[in-house]
């Protein structure tokens, strides 16, 4: 059963930083792209970043590059969201994403609020 789980998330001033992670079981993580999406109040759910199964390549919204970083640990089944220079617009639930052959798959989410 796959089952994606993230943690991090809180309340931050802006300005300040966060480091979301993801675990991940139920599939062999290291074959598979991953992404973090997001959705804020009242608003879509947007994609943030991706990162290809063998740690090579990262692409990001334009909303957050230069900004955020994501990186995995194939070892750990672990993929990470380094957060920083946050403000009140990157406030949302942040959630990992895998899609496999079976569908896509989502994780619980978690909180990011960026208030003073």
């Known amino acids: 059963q796959v089952h994606l789980v993230e943690s991090g998330g809180g309340l931050v001033q802006p300005g300040g930083s966060l480091r979301l992670s993801c675990v991940a079981s139920?599939?062999?993580?290291?074959?598979?792209?991953m992404t973090w999406y997001r959705q804020a109040p009242g608003k879509e759910r947007e994609w943030v970043a991706m990162i290809t199964s063998d740690d090579r390549s990262t692409m990001y919204a334009d909303s957050v590059k230069g900004r955020f970083t994501i990186s995995r640990d194939n070892a750990k089944n672990m993929m990470y969201l380094q957060m920083n220079s946050l403000n009140p617009e990157d406030t949302a639930v942040y959630y990992c994403s895998t899609i496999l052959s079976s569908g896509q798959y989502w994780g619980q989410g978690t909180q990011v609020t960026v208030s003073s």
């Open positions: 139920g599939f062999t993580f290291s074959n598979y792209v």
